[in-house]
Each structure stands twice: as C-alpha cells, then as structure tokens.
C-alpha cells in the first residue's frame, strides 16, 4: 500500500522519486489510520503488540492472543538523536 501510494505520488518507477515520496509518507493501513514513515531511517511508526498466545476451543485450528497490550510506535523506535548516533558510531568503527 506504501509503495502504490509512493509510485502515485512520484508519478514515476524512478527508486530514487520513490524513495523520495516514501520519506515522510502518511497513510492509513492494514493496521489503521495516521501512520507515516520517518526520513531519518524509513521506519513506519507501527505500533507492536504484546500478549500470550493462548488456545480457545471455540477456534481449534488455530491460537489466539490473549491479554494484549498494543504500545505505539512511537514509544519504541529509537528517537532521531539516536538513530544518528549509532549512525556515526558505526561510521567510526567501520574506519
């Protein structure tokens, strides 16, 4: 879906337009609304899900989650200050 809408509004298959128009990039998807794709490392602010699998007998083919607790994006990615650093450490060790 990212990448339709990103061709869509690149109005080309050129990567780097593409790239371009992923950067900063908001849509509503499979996962809901309002999410949108950083430029400082191209990570989607989708939210991660915590819980126990656990079986039901009223769906015997196949477990469900139990006691799930949904913790946003937002609250897990590295803040752009430390994607930068671990950028110019790793530029450091690489030398």
Avoid at 25 to 41: A, C, M, N, T, Y
Avoid at 59 to 87: H, M
């Amino acid at each position: 879906m990212a990448w339709a809408k990103a061709v869509e509004q690149a109005g080309d298959l050129d990567t780097e337009k593409i790239v371009a128009a992923l950067e900063g990039l908001e849509l509503d998807s499979l996962r809901g609304p309002g999410h949108f794709i950083r430029k400082v490392d191209h990570q989607m602010n989708a939210a991660a899900y915590l819980g126990v699998v656990a079986w039901d007998a009223g769906f015997p083919d196949f477990a469900l989650w139990k006691d799930v607790t949904c913790v946003p994006g937002e609250q897990i990615w590295r803040s752009e200050t430390e994607v930068e650093e671990v950028r110019a450490g790793a530029k450091r060790e690489a030398r």
